[in-house]
C-alpha cells in the first residue's frame, strides 16, 4: 500500500513540480558532461603538450565538481523542503487515519528514491548524448582533428555522477527525517491556513538602512574601479567584497520595508488594476526570502562576472595570439657572462669557461658551431639588446617616482631597462609586420604595449620633456606617449618598455645583455614545419641535447608551442567558467521557480477571493506575470549592477591579458546564455502558477 501510495504521489509531484525534476535531470546531465571529458580526449589528436593540458583541465574540473556537487545537493534539499512544506496538511491527514512518523517517513523515501533514480536515469540519458557535443567543442578548442570520432559512454563519468548524487540523495533522506520528527497534527491540519509571519518594519528605520547599504555598495563600486590599483593584496580586495556582500543582504531586507509605502503614495499607480494586490504579494516574497535572495543575487552576480570575463578573456587571447605571433621561432640567449650571477632573490649561478666564451658569440655562430643544418630556417634577423645597471626603471620616472611608487607600491623599480638600436628594432619590426620608426641623433622612443605599464610609463611621458642619461649621452623622448610594438614572440601584450635609441648612441660591448633571433621555418608542408619545430622544442632532438651536454643557455619560443599553451590556459578557464557559471544560474532559477510555484499553490485562495471580486481571468494572469517577473527580476538588477563594477574590475586585474574591447561580445553571449535559462525557467513557473491558481480544491 505505501509503495503504490507513493507511487502516485511521485506522478502528482512530476506533474505539479516539473520544474524539480527538470532542475534535477539538467544538473545529473551537466554533471556527467563535464566529467566525462578524460574518455572524450582519447579520440582527439593533439600535440603531446595539449594532452598535458587537457589532463591538468580534468584534474581541475574533478575539484570543481565537488563544490558543484556541494551547490546542487544544497538545491537539491532547499527545493525538498518547499515539496514537503506544501504536503503537511496531506500528511495530517495520513496521521488522522492512523499512520505514524515512521510510515510517512517510508513514503517520502520511497518518493525520494523513485524521483533519484527517474531523474538521474533520464539525467544520464540527457548527459550522454550531449556529451558528443561536448566532444565537438572540445576539439574546436584545441584545434584538435576529429576524424577518429565516435560516440563515447564514460564508465567513469557515469560511476562518479552516481555516487555523488547518491550522496546528496542520503542527504535528503537524512534531512527529511529530521523534518518530519518535528511535526505535530495539529500544525499540520491547519498548515494551508497559516501563512509565512512577515515582521512589518519600521519605514524610518528601512530607508536608514537602504541609504547605508546603497552607500556601502556605492563605496565598493568605487574602490573596484576608480581606487582598483589600490588593490594588489587579497587582504585588501576582501573589505570590498564583505561590503558588497553586508550591502547586497541590507538592501532586501530594506527594499521591503519601505516601498509598499513609496509605492502607497502614488495613488494612482497604487489602486490601479490590481497593483495593490501584486505589491503585497512582492513585498511578502522578499520579507521571507531577505537571504535566499542575497545568495540568489549574488549567485547571479558571480555567473555574469565570470561568464563575461572569462569569454573576454578567451577572445583577447585568441585575437592577439595572431597578432603576437608573427613568425615561428624565437631564439635568445645571455651575453657577456659572468663568471657568476646573483639574482634579486639571493641565489648564485656559476658558469663554466665554455658557458662564457659562447656568451660571447651571435646566436647564429652557437647554431652553426653546434651543426645545427642553418638551411631549416629562413628570413633570420638576429639583434642586440642592452641594458646598463645605471638605467632603471627609478631613472625613468624620475622625478615622478614618487607619486607613482604611492600608486604601484609593488612594481620592481630596480629592473634595468632595455635598449635596442633603432636600426636592429626596425630589422624585427619589418619582418614582424608592426610599425617602424625614425629618430634623430638626440631622441629615443619608448616601446610598451602592456597596458597597465603603458599607463604609468604616459604619466611620465606626457608632459614631453622627459630626459634619459643613455652611456653618458642625454635623450629626450620622442613622443609624449609609448608607442606600441615589441621584439619577443607572446601569447599578449606584456611588453612592460624597450628604449629605442640611435645607431650612433655610444653603446658598448659590456653593455649586452641578450640575443635575439627571430626567424621563420623554410618549409612549406605541414609534416616538414613539425619537423623543424621537434629540432628546437623535442627535449630528446640531437640538437637539443647537444646544447645541453655542454650547457649552453640557448632558450626559445615557439609559434606552434605558444599557441598551444594560450590555447589551452584559456580553455580550461572557459571550461570552468562555464560549468560553475551555468551551475549558479540553474540553482538560482529553480529555487526562485519553487518559491512562486510553492507560494502560487498556498495563495490559491486569495486568487479565488479576487475573482468573486470581479477580476476577470486576463487581470489574474496579468497579475500573476508581472508577480513573477518582479521576483524574477529584482535579484538579477542588482545582480547585473554588481556586474557592470565587478567585470571592469576583473578586467584591470587582467590588464594585458584580457582587453575591454572583446567585452561585447562576450557580454553578448552571457546575455543568450541567462536569457535562455532564466527565461525558460520563468516561463516555465507562470505556467506552472497559472496552472495551480486555476485548479478547484
Not at 86 to 104: A, P, S
Not at 579 to 605: C, E, R
Request: aromatic share 12%; glycine share 4%.
Amino acid at each position: 500500500m505505501l509503495f503504490k501510495l507513493s507511487w502516485n504521489n511521485m506522478k502528482k509531484s512530476i506533474k505539479d513540480y516539473a520544474i524539480y525534476f527538470l532542475t534535477l535531470v539538467l544538473g545529473v546531465a551537466i554533471f556527467y558532461m563535464f566529467n566525462s571529458i578524460d574518455s572524450q580526449q582519447a579520440m582527439l589528436q593533439v600535440s603531446q603538450s595539449q594532452k598535458e593540458i587537457i589532463k591538468l583541465m580534468i584534474t581541475m574540473l574533478g575539484f570543481v565538481s565537488v563544490f558543484v556537487a556541494f551547490v546542487l545537493g544544497l538545491l537539491i534539499v532547499y527545493a525538498n523542503n518547499f515539496l514537503i512544506n506544501r504536503r503537511k496538511k496531506e500528511f495530517g491527514i495520513y496521521m488522522t487515519l492512523g499512520m505514524g512518523k515512521r510510515q510517512i517517513f517510508k513514503i517520502i523515501l520511497m518518493e525520494t528514491i523513485f524521483v533519484g533514480v527517474i531523474s538521474l536515469a533520464i539525467g544520464l540519458v540527457v548527459g550522454v548524448f550531449a556529451s558528443q557535443f561536448m566532444s565537438i567543442l572540445v576539439a574546436k578548442m584545441f584545434e584538435a582533428d576529429m576524424s577518429e570520432f565516435q560516440f563515447i559512454f564514460s564508465k567513469d563519468a557515469c560511476v562518479k555522477t552516481c555516487i555523488y548524487f547518491a550522496v546528496m540523495y542520503v542527504a535528503v533522506m537524512l534531512f527529511n527525517t529530521y523534518t518530519v520528527s518535528k511535526y505535530k497534527l495539529i500544525n499540520l491540519l491547519n498548515a494551508s491556513k497559516k501563512n509565512e509571519k512577515v515582521k512589518i518594519k519600521n519605514s524610518f528605520i528601512c530607508i536608514i538602512i537602504f541609504l547605508v547599504a546603497t552607500s556601502l555598495l556605492g563605496y565598493a563600486y568605487w574602490k573596484v574601479t576608480a581606487d582598483a590599483h589600490s588593490l594588489d593584496t587579497a587582504e585588501k580586495i576582501l573589505p570590498p567584497i564583505l561590503m558588497g556582500i553586508v550591502g547586497t543582504a541590507l538592501i532586501f531586507w530594506s527594499l521591503s520595508g519601505f516601498i509598499i509605502q513609496v509605492v502607497q503614495k502614488m495613488k494612482n499607480t497604487y489602486l490601479k488594476d490590481t497593483n495593490m494586490f501584486v505589491l503585497r504579494q512582492i513585498n511578502n516574497k522578499i520579507n521571507t526570502m531577505v537571504a535566499s535572495m542575497s545568495v540568489i543575487c549574488l549567485m547571479l552576480f558571480m555567473t555574469i562576472s565570470i561568464l563575461s570575463s572569462s569569454l573576454a578573456l578567451r577572445n583577447t587571447m585568441q585575437r592577439e595570439l595572431v597578432e603576437m605571433t608573427p613568425v615561428d621561432l624565437n631564439l635568445y640567449k645571455t651575453a657577456n657572462l659572468l663568471e657568476s650571477s646573483t639574482n634579486r632573490y639571493g641565489k648564485t649561478t656559476y658558469y663554466t669557461k665554455e658557458q662564457r666564451e659562447d656568451s660571447r658569440h651571435s646566436i647564429k655562430e652557437t647554431l652553426k658551431s653546434n651543426s645545427l643544418d642553418m638551411n631549416v630556417l629562413k628570413d633570420m634577423v638576429e639583434i642586440p639588446i642592452y641594458a646598463s645597471n645605471d638605467l632603471t626603471w627609478n631613472d625613468f620616472f624620475g622625478s615622478k617616482l614618487e607619486k607613482i611608487k604611492a600608486k604601484f607600491p609593488m612594481l620592481a623599480y630596480d629592473t634595468v631597462e632595455e635598449i635596442v638600436k633603432i636600426s636592429d628594432y626596425n630589422k624585427i619590426a619589418k619582418l614582424y609586420g608592426i610599425d617602424e620608426y625614425e629618430l634623430s641623433d638626440s631622441e629615443y622612443i619608448m616601446i610598451c604595449d602592456f597596458a597597465s605599464m603603458k599607463e604609468v610609463r604616459n604619466e611620465v611621458l606626457a608632459d614631453g620633456n622627459n630626459y634619459l642619461t643613455i652611456a653618458e649621452k642625454q635623450y629626450k623622448s620622442k613622443y609624449n606617449e609609448c608607442k606600441s610594438g615589441f621584439i619577443v614572440m607572446s601569447t599578449s601584450h606584456t611588453n612592460t618598455g624597450i628604449i629605442v635609441v640611435p645607431d650612433n648612441c655610444p653603446l658598448t660591448e659590456d653593455m649586452k645583455e641578450r640575443y635575439l633571433l627571430a626567424a621563420n621555418y623554410n618549409d612549406d608542408t605541414e609534416e616538414g614545419k613539425k619537423k623543424i619545430e621537434e629540432l628546437f622544442s623535442k627535449d630528446d632532438s640531437a640538437f637539443i641535447q647537444s646544447l645541453d651536454k655542454k650547457g649552453l643557455n640557448i632558450e626559445g619560443l615557439t609559434k606552434t608551442r605558444i599557441m598551444e599553451g594560450s590555447i589551452g590556459i584559456a580553455t580550461i578557464v572557459t571550461f570552468i567558467a562555464i560549468y560553475l557559471g551555468v551551475i549558479f544560474l540553474i540553482a538560482s532559477s529553480a529555487i526562485l521557480a519553487l518559491k512562486q510555484l510553492t507560494d502560487s499553490s498556498d495563495n490559491k485562495q486569495r486568487y479565488t477571493i479576487l475573482r468573486k471580486i470581479g477580476c476577470d481571468e486576463n487581470m489574474i494572469n496579468k497579475s500573476l506575470f508581472r508577480q513573477i517577473g518582479i521576483f524574477f527580476g529584482v535579484p538579477l538588477l542588482l545582480a547585473i549592477i554588481h556586474s557592470i563594477f565587478g567585470i571592469q574590475f576583473a578586467i584591470k586585474m587582467m590588464a594585458g591579458i584580457a582587453s575591454e574591447k572583446d567585452l561585447l561580445p562576450s557580454a553578448t553571449a552571457t546575455v543568450v546564455i541567462i536569457g535562455v535559462i532564466y527565461g525558460a525557467y520563468f516561463l516555465a513557473t507562470y505556467f506552472g502558477s497559472k496552472n495551480i491558481i486555476k485548479e478547484e480544491d
